[in-house]
């Protein structure tokens, strides 16, 4: 089917890496995954992973844009244009690996500390 419609990838991948709006990423990302195209693809889906926020279970997409039509955001785990079927499993994983790096300095300090300062021991 995608070759049928490769002529047009172009003019409908060029809007959709333009678009701003917090509504759009999810579908923008899922235009780039059908689409192949990998810049879009990678792009938002980093964008997607850093801005997004657990609330409660639920992974939650969301833009401080003025212009977010969605100000609660974008419900991840139930949004119908987000593929491949692994992609929930994929932002999980950067979120956890870019939480990993940023604790990785904090964490080599508190080890170092533990290791070198002087604390109480039960006799």
């Known amino acids: 089917m995608i070759r049928i419609v490769k002529p047009w990838c172009t003019k409908w991948v060029q809007p959709a890496a333009q678009n701003r709006v917090s509504s759009d990423i999810p579908k923008s990302l899922y235009i780039a995954w059908e689409l ?49 079927p692994d992609i929930l499993d994929l932002i999980y994983e950067i979120r ?19 290791k070198y300062t002087p604390y109480c021991a039960n006799s």
């Open 96 to 114: 956890k690996a870019v939480i990993e790096k940023m604790m990785a300095p904090l964490n080599a300090d508190l080890e170092a500390r533990a």
């Open 36 to 84: 192949g195209d990998e810049s879009l693809f990678t792009s938002r889906l980093a964008e997607i992973a850093v801005k997004a926020q657990m609330e409660g279970d639920i992974l939650v997409f969301k833009d401080s844009s003025s212009s977010n039509p969605h100000p609660k955001g974008i419900n991840l785990e139930v949004e119908d244009h987000l593929d491949p």
